[in-house]
């Protein structure tokens, strides 16, 4: 049974930061491009940043390009997300999710992502 479960969301205060993990299971992580997606309040689901299967190419919403940092772990099946200089509009709850196919052919479309975990929310406070 596939299993995502993100960790790591709390209170942060404007200019602060947090780290999330996405830890997974169920699956072959290895061979899946893993993704990061918020929403926020009263948004739709939005892409943030993904990550190819074997870490080579990683991907950023402009929104967050040079602020956040996507890697991965396939020892220990782990996506991670660093956030640094938050802002109050980073605030929502951020799910990571798993692609369908080995190489997605957008890495920022849901569409391409089958397996989502349960989010994590992130407050940041100004």
């Known amino acids: 049974q596939v299993s995502l479960v993100e960790s790591g969301g709390g209170l942060v205060q404007d200019g602060g930061s947090l780290r999330l993990s996405c830890a997974a299971s169920g699956f072959t992580f290895s061979s899946k491009a893993m993704g990061w997606f918020r929403q926020r309040p009263g948004k739709e689901r939005e892409f943030v940043a993904a990550?190819?299967?074997?870490?080579?190419?990683?991907y950023y919403a402009d929104s967050v390009k040079g602020r956040f940092t996507i890697s991965r772990d396939n020892a220990k099946n782990t996506v991670y997300l660093q956030m640094n200089n938050l802002e109050p509009e980073d605030t929502a709850v951020y799910y990571c999710a798993a692609s369908i196919a080995r190489i997605p052919a957008d890495y920022s479309e849901s569409g391409y992502y089958n397996s989502w975990g349960q989010g994590t929310q992130v407050t940041v406070s100004s």
């Open positions: 990550v190819s299967w074997g870490a080579l190419r990683t």
